[in-house]
Structures are given as structure tokens and as C-alpha cells.
């Protein structure tokens, strides 16, 4: 399986951004999601969504985060609205089937 994140970049505190990640090769998904590591610490989760449509969020993004995929569940979606300072990080989309596979990251930095 392979995954292709896209989506990070540069935004203002406030502003939003939409991450997208494509998994190629996997029609057994079970889970997919996003986490990121901000420089030094480790990295954390940020959101999941099962392949029945069952959502987690860590609880410094609830409320302004949203997962969702698309009906092959070959592709996850993380929109990130009112963006922090402390948002910035790199973010990794992750599928797991019978094996888990990790992207290889998209920055987000917020920044003023």
C-alpha cells in the first residue's frame, strides 16, 4: 500500500486548511487517520475514522477538525479549521488493514 499526502502549507492563525491522502493498493482498509509530530515532541494522534464511520479526535482538535473519506475508503480527508500556532507540525495520514502504513508527511505551520 502506498500513501500520497497533500494539502499542508502555510496559513495564518484562524485560517483553515484541507489535507488530503490517497492509499493506493489496499481495498480491506480497516481504520485510516491522521497524526503529527511537532519538532520534539512526539508524535500524537489527531483524528481516525473506521470503515464504518466511527470518529476519534484528540481533544485539542475537536470541534475545529474534521475526518472523513470517500466511499472506496481509498482516500482520507483531515479539514482543519481555526488554525493555532500550535497546530504546526508535520502531519502523516496512516492506514491500517491487515498491516498499518504511514505517508510520509505534509508540513502545516501556522504562523502570523
Known amino acids: 500500500v502506498q500513501l500520497q499526502a497533500s494539502g499542508g502549507g502555510l496559513v495564518q492563525p484562524g485560517g483553515s486548511l484541507r489535507l488530503s491522502c490517497v492509499a493506493f493498493?489496499?481495498?480491506?482498509?480497516?481504520?485510516l487517520g491522521w497524526y503529527r509530530q511537532a519538532p520534539g515532541e512526539q508524535r500524537e494522534l489527531v483524528a481516525t475514522?473506521?470503515?464504518?464511520?466511527?470518529?476519534t479526535y484528540a481533544d485539542s482538535v475537536k470541534g475545529r477538525f474534521t475526518i472523513s473519506t470517500n466511499n472506496a475508503l481509498n482516500t482520507v480527508y483531515l479539514q482543519m479549521n481555526r488554525l493555532q500556532p500550535e497546530d504546526t507540525a508535520v502531519y502523516y495520514c496512516?492506514?491500517?488493514?491487515?498491516?498499518?502504513?504511514w505517508g510520509k508527511g505534509t508540513q502545516v505551520t501556522v504562523s502570523s
Open positions: 493498493g489496499s481495498d480491506r482498509v480497516i481504520k
Open positions: 496512516n492506514v491500517k488493514d491487515s498491516r498499518e502504513y
Open positions: 475514522i473506521t470503515r464504518f464511520g466511527g470518529v
